[in-house]
């Protein structure tokens, strides 16, 4: 047994497109435990949405399916779980925020509606009850004239308010776990450190463990303990934040660093950014998805695929480099 | 939401002041011996009387003159007689149907109504239930057999849909009879004993107890109703499809999953209110393909409602009776698009709140 909450192995999601069959996450393994935060890093399409919709069930298929791996959550394989059996977790256990709090509350529902729909289904509550708990989670994260909003649209609401209404919806059930999928991505500076503090607030209030999606390395920084770096539907480095930081090994991640502008930056470097985007996989992969991007591709590196490997306690890279001496490790 | 509805009901005197000039300005086109049997019924003997006629009634005056004598007619100054004037109802004297077009219109229009109003029932229902249920099974048998079904819809027109259906059920299978009721029992509709409440032959006739009397109607509307609501079913089916199919899209459904609702509340209470929203729109600008289908199937099945006997005045080149069934129709169109709108604010908050 292990002691995580969330212990996902092994998982494997696709979709059928015309084009062919896309690779998205392609043996994917990570461990969270009771009240950690994790943050999951990469550039856009790297399969960091789909690794969180796949835990949750909810990969819309077709074109989606799961084609391997498990997700165990208190002893339970959310993969294998049946729908009536998976409601059952979401809302209520894991609950999650998505990016664009534009467009993930319905706009036809009163935000009271929408906060009560929980709370009434997975706390048995009944309207009344569930319209006055709605008002203090509304206070809880912090928005003002809590009642009396509850009759206002979505519309009538800002997008730092909205994303507030989010993170009140998600956490009302009180879940063991967040899942947070690039929270602030849409949202302008100020308002995104609003948010950050208000989740570190509630983290140490009721503290759930939380899944922190970004492609920000800075936003991780400042929020999460442990943070896993995915590119190509996989896991390519992990570590503790600090060790991360302080020890970029693999070359992805050394690239992501260099193109974080750093405060502290002696002089004016140019910002490093790596060239090239990210691969679309049309199979799975069977040589390092990054060897055409990286600088100290060797043979090896276009014919095999790295797994993970602890390369100090805590840290492990999937690389066949070593990318302090340049040498095969 | 009041301030909108309030907002909405003062526009329409001013679509309809712009319809009533619509149709003054199709009347110039007329001559002033034409325009003037618009208020006469016999046929004047000699030239002078015409004259005589065209100077009373004023259509030899400025435009604006006759404009406002159109809207409002003329009082006899003498025995204090109002004769005249749409506003109060007189459209004119319909010269083929020998009768005032306003009583023209009040004894067809039920029939047209009675059969719009059942035509309707299927068109919203069945349509936007087929609609979402294709789109919940998106690629599945069921979707592709709603395709195929609104394919052959949209493309066939009512015409000919009309016909195809006359042809099959009336001539060769003889199950269903044109036309709005059998002799006997038009002869008890018309009698003393049968209360016209709604002046709807179907609701009548259930009012009155007569469940064979409604069975017969039924059987005369059958088809009807099929032809007229065949084409905005298939719209409806289209127009819902894609607008829940392009819903289910959406992240706030995602977020609905996420909530642990069951599939059947995430389609119904999350994302169909949404889907409706296209679908409303559909409904005003369907009002009025549905009224061209009334003339088409009335004119087909024989029925006497308003667009059947618009088509045959028409043809008789009885322009009056046209104006005045044209007059009408725009009423219809203005106040229908006006429950709507009001609908659509009903189910929009974006609409109703700013
Ligand atoms: N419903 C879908 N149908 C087809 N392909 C999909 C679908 N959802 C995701 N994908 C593909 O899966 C891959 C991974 O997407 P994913 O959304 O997980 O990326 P991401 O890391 O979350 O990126 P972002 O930072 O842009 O959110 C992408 O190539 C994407 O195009
Ligand atoms: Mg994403």
């Given at each position: 047994m292990s002691n995580y909450l969330l212990d996902v192995q092994g998982l494997e999601t696709t979709f059928k497109t015309p084009d062919g069959v896309l690779h998205a996450v392609n043996g994917?393994?990570?461990g969270l435990k009771e009240g950690e935060t994790l943050g999951v890093v990469g550039e856009s399409g790297c399969g960091k949405s789909v690794t969180m919709l796949s835990v949750l069930g909810l990969i819309p298929s077709p074109p989606g399916e799961i084609k391997a791996g498990k997700a165990m959550f208190f002893g339970h394989d959310l993969v294998k779980m049946t729908n009536a059996e998976i409601r059952q977790v979401r809302g209520a256990q894991i609950g999650m925020v998505?990016?664009?709090?534009?467009?993930?509350?319905?706009?036809?529902?009163?935000?009271?509606?929408?906060?009560e729909e929980p709370l009434m289904l997975h706390v048995g509550m009944n309207k009344k009850q569930a319209s006055e708990r709605a008002a203090e989670l509304l206070e809880m994260v912090g928005i003002p004239n809590a009642k009396d909003?509850?009759?206002?649209?979505?519309?009538?609401?800002?997008?730092?308010?909205?994303?507030?209404?989010m993170i009140a919806m998600a956490l009302s059930c009180s879940p063991q776990l967040l899942i947070a999928d690039e929270p602030t991505t849409a949202l302008d500076v100020t308002i995104q450190a609003q948010i950050m503090d208000l989740v570190k607030r509630l983290r140490n209030e009721l503290g759930m463990a939380i899944i922190w999606i970004s492609h920000d390395l800075g936003v991780v920084a400042g929020l999460a303990q442990r943070v896993i770096v995915m590119y190509g539907g996989l896991i390519i480095e992990e570590a503790s934040v600090n060790d991360l930081y302080a020890n970029p090994t693999h070359p992805y991640t050394i690239g992501l660093l260099g193109s974080l502008p750093r405060v502290d930056a002696k002089e004016r470097t140019k910002l490093y950014s790596i060239e090239g985007s990210p691969p679309v996989l049309y199979n799975k992969p069977t040589a390092c998805p990054f060897a055409p991007r990286c600088k100290w591709a060797m043979e090896r590196c276009w014919k095999e695929n790295p797994a993970l490997e602890t390369v100090s306690p805590e840290h492990r890279v999937a690389c066949w480099v070593d990318t302090k001496t340049g040498r095969a490790r | 939401m009041t301030t909108y509805i309030i907002r909405r009901l003062l526009l329409v005197p001013v679509i309809l002041f712009g319809v009533t000039i619509l149709i003054f300005g199709m009347l110039q086109f007329l001559d002033p011996v034409?325009?003037?049997?618009?208020?006469?019924?016999?046929?004047?003997?000699?030239?002078?009387?015409?004259?005589?006629?065209?100077?009373?009634?004023?259509?030899?005056?400025?435009?604006?003159?006759?404009?406002?004598?159109w809207l409002v007619g003329d009082v006899d100054p003498i025995t204090n007689v109002r004769s005249g004037g749409i506003?109060?109802?007189?459209?004119?004297?319909?010269?083929?149907?020998?009768?005032p077009v306003a009583d023209l219109i009040k004894n067809r229009f039920p029939n047209t109504l009675d059969l719009t109003l059942w035509a309707i029932g299927p068109v919203i229902f069945v349509g936007i239930w087929l609609g979402i249920q294709a789109a919940v099974r998106h690629n599945k048998p069921f979707d592709q057999m709603a395709r195929i079904f609104s394919i052959i819809g949209t493309s066939l027109p009512t015409f000919v849909f009309g016909l195809l259906v006359l042809m099959l059920f009336y001539a060769n299978l003889g199950w269903f009879p044109p036309g709005r009721v059998s002799d006997e029992f038009s002869k008890i509709i018309s009698s003393a004993e049968f209360t016209n409440y709604t002046k709807l032959l179907s609701i009548d006739s259930l009012l009155n107890g007569r469940f064979d009397i409604f069975l017969d109607v039924m059987k005369h509307m059958v088809l009807p109703i099929l032809t007229l609501s065949y084409i905005s079913w298939a719209t409806f089916l289209r127009v819902t499809r894609s607008s829940m199919l392009e819903t289910l899209r959406m992240e706030y459904v995602t977020t609905a999953r996420a909530k642990g609702l069951s599939e059947r509340d995430v389609i119904h209470k999350h994302a169909r209110p949404n889907a409706m929203l296209p679908v409303t729109t559909l409904a005003g600008f369907s009002i009025v393909g549905l009224l061209g289908g009334v003339v088409i199937t009335e004119t087909v099945f024989n029925y006497p409602g308003i667009g059947a006997t618009a088509a045959r005045s028409a043809a008789q080149l009885d322009v009056i009776t046209v104006l005045g069934f044209t007059l009408f129709t725009g009423l219809i169109l203005v106040v229908s698009n006006v429950i709507v709108d009001v609908l659509y604010a009903f189910i929009d908050p974006r609409v109703r709140l700013s």
């Open positions: 994917v393994s990570f998505f990016q664009d709090p534009m467009t993930s509350l319905n706009p036809v529902l009163t935000i009271g509606r929408q906060l909003r509850l009759s206002d649209y979505p519309h009538q609401f800002s997008g730092g308010m909205r994303q507030r209404v | 034409e325009r003037v049997s618009m208020y006469i019924r016999d046929t004047p003997k000699s030239d002078a009387q015409i004259e005589a006629l065209i100077t009373k009634y004023g259509l030899d005056k400025p435009i604006y003159v006759q404009y406002w004598k506003l109060f109802g007189d459209f004119g004297y319909s010269r083929t149907n020998s009768q």
